[in-house]
């Protein structure tokens, strides 16, 4: 299960991101209130910033969607 979940997280990288967003809005108190493990499994608290090389992947990943976006919608008539 934890490889399943690992490369989805790889295909579709919003999981990382929504994580990251909630390392930036919450208030340092929050993960020492809910403890150690309990945190882990919150969806608002992240214990961790994202590494650098994910948020890379995922501009990756949005330019990459972007550009097979834009190539579709060429391809149609609108």
């Known amino acids: 299960m934890a490889r399943v979940g690992t490369v989805s997280r790889l295909l579709l990288p919003t999981d990382g991101l929504w ?25 608002f608290l ?4 994202i590494t650098s090389g ?12 972007g550009l097979v976006t834009m190539r579709v919608f060429e391809r149609r008539d609108l």
């Open 19 to 43: 994580r990251a967003a909630m390392r930036g809005f919450q208030d340092p108190t929050a993960l020492v209130a809910f403890g150690g493990e309990d945190a882990a499994a919150f969806p």
């Open 54 to 65: 994910y948020a890379l992947w995922t501009l990756g990943w949005l330019v990459l969607v």
């Open 46 to 49: 992240s214990r961790s910033p």
